[in-house]
Each structure stands twice: as structure tokens, then as C-alpha cells.
């Protein structure tokens, strides 16, 4: 939790940590890692404090901290961090939110 104190996102934008890919079908069966695809999903670890509106007001953003999120296939920004990969979106690149 130290990597967030020193890193905050700015404006509109959030801090996501994807989830791992599945290494094993539900059969049992190994994947190799060419073979896994593309993770999309994330959860939010950082948000910053949302974008100025034309009237001047800071609009909150559409996700929070621990929202379990869906990404687009392309964009973000690649960031390290105390040796953990995350990534940086903009609110309104974030295709959906789960719903518990």
C-alpha cells in the first residue's frame, strides 16, 4: 500500500491493477502463455479527484477505490511500482463497472 502513497493520480484519471489470467482451464488443463489472452479485467487501487466541468465544478468520478472494473483491449499507461505492474486509464476509458 506504500507505492499508492507516493503516487496519486491526477484529474480524471485511475490507478488499476489487472487481475492474473487463468493459467488452468476448468478441466484441468495447463495454458501455455501464449496461449492466455489478454486480461480485462482490473480493480481500482488509486483514483485521482475528477475532471473541472464547463461550469468551473470538479465532477466526481464514476468509480471508486476497490470497484472491480472492465478495460478497454488497447490504452492505458504502464506503470511499476514497488515491482507490480498497474495501469493508468481515464474515467471515461473504463468500458463498465461489476456489480456485485
Known sequence: MSAFKK????FDRVLVERL?????TKGGIMLP???QGKVLQATIVATGP????KSG???PLSVRVGD???LPEYG???LTLDDK???LFRDGDILGKYTE
Not at 20 to 24: C, H, L, N, P, Y
Not at 50 to 53: F, I, L, P, R, S
Open 20 to 24: 492474473a489470467a487463468e493459467t488452468v
Open 50 to 53: 475528477g475532471a473541472k466541468g
Open 68 to 70: 472491480k472494473v472492465l
Open 57 to 59: 465544478q470538479i465532477e
Open 33 to 35: 502463455e501464449k496461449s
Open 85 to 87: 505492474e498497474y495501469y
Open 76 to 78: 492505458g499507461t504502464k
Open 7 to 10: 503516487f496519486l493520480p491526477l
